[in-house]
Every structure is written in structure tokens, then in C-alpha cells.
């Protein structure tokens, strides 16, 4: 069992920033490859970025890449999504998710966190 819990949302003007945290706890933990998705109101949910405890290779979705940097603090099992440049189209509930298999499709996530909303305003 894995337990994911996101913090760090909140309002934010076009072009700010912002930084997501994801705090993972369970006995394997480190065995899992942690991402973020978000999911706009009446979109589905979309992968935004992964990285493996294993290497920390990390993978990113187009559209964030060069403005997103996902990474992670080993010794507090803790996943970070920095946010920069945003853009009104970035305005979502974002998840924190865990895969043993992996972590960039919803069909194959094992564990969500309760999400945490971004709001980016023109």
C-alpha cells in the first residue's frame, strides 16, 4: 500500500509559478515510479511528467516540457513538480500517481493522491 499526498496549489497569475509537493509513504515505496497528471474541467485526466526512484530518469508530456521540472528528495520520499512560465491552459486539479509498471497512463497507475488545485488566470 502506497499513500500519496499533494500540497502546494493555489491561485497564480499568468507566468508565475508554482511547486507542487507529493509526500509518499508505504514500506516499498521505492519501488514505484511517481508522476503528475491533471485533469481540466471536463477534460479526462492527462500525464504531465514521471520520474523513477530507480536512476531518476525523468519524462515529460509536450506541452510542459522546458517549463516543468519534476524531481525528488529521496530521504523524505517526496516528489516535486516546479511549475514555471504557466499558462491559463494549465488550470487543473493535479494528481500525484504510483506505478510499479507504469506511471504515464491512467490504465496502469496503482495509487492517487486526492489532488490539489492550480489556477491560472490571464
Known amino acids: 500500500q502506497v499513500q500519496l499526498v499533494e500540497s502546494g496549489g493555489g491561485l497564480v497569475q499568468a507566468g508565475g509559478s508554482v511547486n507542487l509537493s507529493c509526500a509518499a509513504s508505504?514500506?516499498?515505496?521505492?519501488?514505484?515510479?511517481l508522476g503528475w497528471f491533471r485533469q481540466a474541467p471536463g477534460k479526462e485526466r492527462e500525464f504531465v511528467a514521471r520520474?523513477?526512484?530507480?536512476?531518476?530518469?525523468?519524462y515529460y508530456t509536450g506541452s510542459v516540457k522546458g517549463r516543468f521540472t519534476i524531481s525528488r528528495d529521496d530521504a523524505k520520499n517526496t516528489v516535486y513538480l516546479q511549475m514555471n512560465n504557466l499558462k491559463p491552459e494549465d488550470t487543473a486539479v493535479y494528481y500525484c500517481a504510483a506505478s510499479q509498471t507504469s506511471v504515464a497512463v491512467t490504465t496502469t497507475v496503482e495509487y492517487w493522491g486526492q489532488g490539489t488545485q492550480v489556477t491560472v488566470s490571464s
Open positions: 520520474i523513477r526512484w530507480s536512476g531518476g530518469s525523468t
Open positions: 508505504g514500506r516499498t515505496v521505492s519501488s514505484y515510479a
